[in-house]
């Protein structure tokens, strides 16, 4: 019986000293040495010649991707996610895809995409490896599929999963089985490293689109399957999705959901995500260009959508995709159980010129005041020198007992000339 305790003890301590062993440790803690950052752009919809439609600004899509890119390059981001319906469709020969790819080339930091239904949509029918197949492995992507996994910075133990949850000509995505098994196999394989995962559709969808008809249309079918598997799994971080044009932030598990604004459809944003070690910073941008946001409002209000969720008040829906301030702005702690709380407030792209307007007019003001100060000082300074002169003189009047005029025979007058005649003279 002896013999027995002791052989389970030491069986005992063999499973902890394995537990917490360097090399077991090292694979529940690696984590990234650094923050990286990286844009998602969801819905530019690239495409030549096409009007205005539905919710989006088609028309002006190529100007927006370009403002887009100068925005990013501005930031020295690591890396950039074009999150899906990167075109309109593909178009005839690739003409709408190799469009895109060419704007996009301007960036300077690497991009990836995913694929969402506009992309996979024809005419004509869209092979998706053949049209896009290419562009992911030269992006140093080894993959046979349109959904991938990839360690974007070398030496970072940082690990992108990227779903195609695209069907073409419907709005509502979905993963099928043999993807879901690859997810699920993705993950067990990079067990230790902190990781993002993609997709067009939301996996968990935002409110309104967490209801009945029509907004349950452009949700992921299979979405509470995905995030099973990834709540199975505490190295998956952060979610990111566009599709749905809503800013929300949402926990499930250990990972958080971020849904993300689209590019031509208001409120016609883009997002910019840090990570960091211990909690993820989430940052809302808008493009640069007042009168489209508002043009893309005018659209989004007088929408289908917007009537059905509020025939009385079809504004209201604008105050939903736009989001809290912490679906704006937010710090996401990756502690189990932790809220999101407010990052700093993010500059309105509306009224850019606003606040250094105010403080403009607020420095020529007080200039002013300044000039006006010390030219009554300049002034009030010449008048005392007018008057001291005088009361010098009046002072050595008192001493001497004479005059002013006595003081300085040089300024005695001459005598008037009288037009009288002197009748003391004689001719």
């Known amino acids: 019986m002896a013999l027995l305790f002791r052989a389970i003890a030491i069986a005992i301590a063999t499973v902890n000293l394995s537990l917490f062993s360097p090399s077991a440790a090292i694979a529940q803690s690696r984590t990234i040495s650094r923050p990286i950052s990286f844009a998602f752009v969801s819905d530019v919809h690239l495409c030549d010649g096409v009007p205005d439609n539905s919710l989006k600004l088609t028309k002006e899509?190529?100007?927006?991707?370009?403002?887009?890119?100068?925005?990013?390059?501005?930031?020295?981001?690591?890396?950039?996610?074009?999150?899906?319906?990167?075109?309109?469709?593909?178009g005839k020969n690739d003409k709408n895809w190799q469009f895109f790819a060419d704007v996009v080339q301007g960036l300077n930091c690497p991009w990836y995409f995913v694929?969402?239904?506009?992309?996979?949509?024809?005419?004509?029918?869209?092979?998706r490896m053949r049209t896009y197949g290419v562009d992911f492995k030269g992006k140093g992507i080894d993959t046979t599929t349109t959904y991938w996994s990839h360690d974007p910075i070398e030496g970072e133990p940082l690990h992108l999963i990227g779903?195609?949850?695209?069907r073409a000509n419907s709005n509502t995505g979905d993963v099928k089985r043999d993807q879901l098994?690859?997810?699920?196999?993705?993950?067990?394989?990079?067990?230790?490293?902190?990781?993002?995962?993609?997709?067009?559709?939301?996996?968990?969808?935002?409110?309104?689109?967490?209801?009945?008809?029509?907004?349950?249309?452009?949700?992921?079918?299979?979405?509470?399957?995905?995030?099973?598997?990834?709540?199975?799994?505490?190295d998956v971080k952060l979610s990111v999705n566009g599709h749905v044009p809503v800013n929300k932030v949402q926990r499930e598990g250990t990972p958080w959901y971020v849904s993300a604004s689209?590019?031509?459809?208001?409120?016609?944003?883009?997002?910019v995500i840090r990570l960091h070690p211990q909690a993820i910073e989430v940052s809302t941008h808008q493009i640069s260009y007042p009168a489209f946001v508002k043009m893309a409002g005018q659209i989004m209000e007088s929408s289908r959508l917007a009537y059905l969720y509020s025939s009385s008040k079809p504004r209201a829906?604008?105050?939903?995709?736009?989001?809290?301030?912490i679906d704006q702005a937010a710090i996401l702690p990756l502690a189990p159980g932790e809220v999101a709380h407010k990052a700093g407030k993010q500059?309105?792209?509306?009224?850019?010129?606003?606040?250094?307007?105010?403080?403009?007019?607020?420095?020529?003001?007080?200039?002013?005041?300044?000039?006006?100060?010390?030219?009554?000082?300049?002034?009030t300074k010449k008048t005392e020198q007018k008057i001291e002169p005088k009361e010098e003189i009046k002072e050595e009047q008192k001493e001497s007992g004479k005059?002013?005029?006595?003081?300085?025979?040089?300024?005695?007058?001459?005598?008037?000339?009288?037009?009288?005649?002197?009748?003391?003279?004689?001719d």
């Open 61 to 90: 899509s190529q100007v927006i991707l370009q403002d887009i890119v100068k925005q990013i390059n501005a930031m020295h981001l690591d890396f950039v996610v074009f999150g899906g319906d990167m075109v309109e469709s593909p």
């Open 115 to 127: 694929l969402g239904e506009s992309d996979v949509t024809g005419p004509p029918a869209v092979d």
């Open 163 to 166: 779903l195609d949850t695209a």
């Open 181 to 234: 098994a690859w997810l699920r196999s993705d993950l067990e394989k990079n067990r230790g490293k902190y990781t993002v995962v993609l997709s067009h559709h939301p996996l968990l969808a935002p409110s309104p689109y967490d209801g009945g008809p029509p907004f349950e249309e452009y949700s992921c079918m299979s979405g509470a399957s995905v995030r099973e598997v990834l709540g199975s799994f505490n």
């Open 262 to 271: 689209c590019a031509v459809i208001y409120p016609c944003q883009f997002k």
């Open 317 to 325: 829906f604008l105050d939903i995709v736009e989001g809290s301030d």
């Open 347 to 379: 500059k309105k792209v509306k009224q850019p010129k606003e606040k250094p307007l105010k403080e403009k007019k607020q420095k020529e003001k007080k200039a002013k005041e300044k000039e006006t100060k010390e030219s009554k000082t300049r002034e």
């Open 403 to 426: 005059t002013g005029l006595e003081l300085n025979p040089d300024l005695t007058p001459a005598p008037e000339k009288s037009d009288t005649p002197d009748m003391g003279k004689t």
